[in-house]
């Protein structure tokens, strides 16, 4: 019960009737054998409505591949149904979505402040912004680098001590709205820079020698609406002409391959790839403050969820990078240093053969930029909780993703180029 009080009192009553529209939703999990399955799985989402959690889009499903998607209450028994008779094997990951959502909130951290290891709305991280510079002035600063389609500041923090001439690493979190593990691993490593600089050796000699711009939300529209209406919403929140459906993905909106592979030109997509590239505000103040600063921005990691892995370039190519070998030792080294804490498992690689194709992605976009070290996380888990991770997997997967990042860091710091 206290669940419900929390959600109607942090994100109004409005919210809790929304929340109450998952009720009975159910989390499949597929793995089609052959084309035929495959067939299957794409005339089930041409006859219906299905929100693909993993690829995110039907057209890139195939043989072999794990394929989660959501569906509606009413339509899971005829969904379960089709598949038995078809003899796809399937698994339900998520039986009540209602029940796993109102599960998320397990932390013992349930107060109206901020805090690390709870998910906080739009206005505790915007407020943490501005203490976590004040408390911190000698470390962390921060500086507004555009506003979202709805108006809010798109606060980017930059952390390090003061110094001449330095490199920069640029980091950003929450590009899609419903991955909320990300904002909170962002915020994360804020929390750790300032507290274990001048105790733990890597990260003062990082901060010493680098500035880290953290962007902690990129989409903050499409975040605040999945705290107050759908929390199963991805993109942004702006119009589409033309079209009655709202927002563009993100992540499908940069100059890199923009609109080929794995995106979709239909604005009532999840994977839509918006009227032009950097058409979203978001994305253009974000690719704008990175071309300012390309002399000195080394490395780019952006955080996304869920699967459990580290991908670089390319996503919109099969082609490989030109330091390719370099990227998979540094991508290698770096899970290892992931697993050493809690043997959590990644799997590394270029972003099209690894998982699947997707164009316009950012961090295609910053390789080709010049920016040599470019990053892709897909934190935890690998499905069982999928966008919904419980709160009290904040710490852990924080804790261990924090280990690569260190690591990746310090390697950039030792080939500055």
Known sequence: MWVLLFLIGAAGVSAHLQDLAFDGQKVFRVIPQNDEQVEIINSLASNMEIDFWQPDLVTLVRPKMQVDFRVEADKSSEVEELLRESGVEYEILIDNLQAALDAQFDSKARTTSHGYEKYNNWEMIAAWTADVAAQNPDLVSRS???????????????????????????????????????????????????????????MTTLLNSLDFYVLPVVNIDGYVYTWTNDRMWRKTRSKNAGSYCLGTDPNRNFNAGWCTLGASKNPCSSTYCGSAPESEKETKALADFIRKHLSTIKAYFTIH????????????????????????????????????LYNTKYTYGPGATTIYPAAGGSDDWAY??????????????????????????????????????????????????
């Open 144 to 202: 507004v680098i555009g506003e979202t389609y709805e108006g809010r500041p798109l606060y980017l923090l930059k952390i390090g001590k003061s110094g001449h001439n330095k490199k920069a690493i640029f980091m950003d979190c929450g590009f899609h709205a419903r991955e909320w593990i990300s904002p909170a691993f962002c915020q994360w490593f804020v929390k750790e820079a300032v507290e274990s600089y001048g105790k733990d050796t890597v």
């Open 368 to 417: 080709d930029q010049g920016i040599k070290y470019a990053f892709t996380f897909e934190l935890r888990d690998t499905g069982r909780y999928g966008f919904i991770l419980p709160e009290s997997q904040i710490k852990p997967t924080c804790e261990e993703t924090l280990l690569a990042v260190k690591y990746i860091a310090n390697y950039v710091l030792q080939h500055l180029y």
């Open 305 to 340: 969820s869920y699967s459990q892995l580290l991908l670089f370039p390319y996503s919109y190519s099969y082609k490989l990078p030109a330091n390719y070998e370099e990227l998979n030792s540094i991508a290698h080294a770096a899970s290892e240093q992931l697993a050493s």
